[in-house]
């Protein structure tokens, strides 16, 4: 059932964009996935309220973690880890956060280089 949005998602995408190599075979398939479509995505995240701001709320605060330490390391070059209650998880490891140097077949020339969104 989880993969019933991504399908719907997929196939809309092909139909539009590269209808030529699905043909006439997309249109049956398309109605038939919009239907179940229509009871699961609603549920995909959440079936009240309150949980969808929850799984809502773990999707995002990584990523607008992330940018809020990638700005303050943008606009200030001695930047240091701030301990904002929100962040703080995320902002005690950003210097650790450049790309893997460990790897011998990594061959980025600036691995010391800091990961930026």
Same mark, same amino acid.
């Given at each position: 059932?989880?993969?019933?949005?991504?399908?719907?998602?997929?196939? @809309?995408?092909?139909?539009?964009?590269?209808?030529?190599?699905?043909?006439?075979?997309?249109?049956?398939?398309?109605? @038939? *996935?919009?239907?179940?479509?229509?009871?699961?995505?609603?549920?995909?995240?959440?079936?009240?309220?309150?949980?969808?701001?929850? *799984?809502?709320?773990?999707?995002?605060?990584?990523?607008?973690? @992330?940018?809020?330490?990638?700005?303050?390391?943008?606009?200030?070059?001695?930047?240091?880890?701030?301990?904002?209650?929100?962040?703080?998880?995320?902002?005690?490891?950003?210097?650790?956060?450049?790309?893997?140097?460990?790897?011998?077949?990594?061959?980025?020339?600036?691995?010391?280089?800091?990961?930026?969104?």
């Amino acid at each position: 059932m989880s993969k019933v949005p991504d399908i719907y998602d997929m196939l @809309k995408y092909d139909m539009l964009h590269n209808n030529e190599f699905v043909g006439e075979f997309a249109e049956p398939l398309f109605d @038939k *996935i919009s239907v179940i479509s229509g009871v699961v995505s609603p549920l995909e995240f959440g079936a009240d309220p309150k949980t969808k701001i929850d *799984i809502g709320l773990c999707i995002a605060r990584p990523l607008l973690a @992330k940018i809020h330490t990638d700005l303050l390391w943008w606009f200030s070059p001695n930047f240091q880890s701030t301990s904002h209650p929100d962040f703080e998880d995320e902002n005690e490891d950003w210097q650790e956060k450049g790309l893997d140097i460990s790897n011998p077949l990594n061959q980025v020339k600036s691995s010391w280089r800091h990961v930026r969104t």
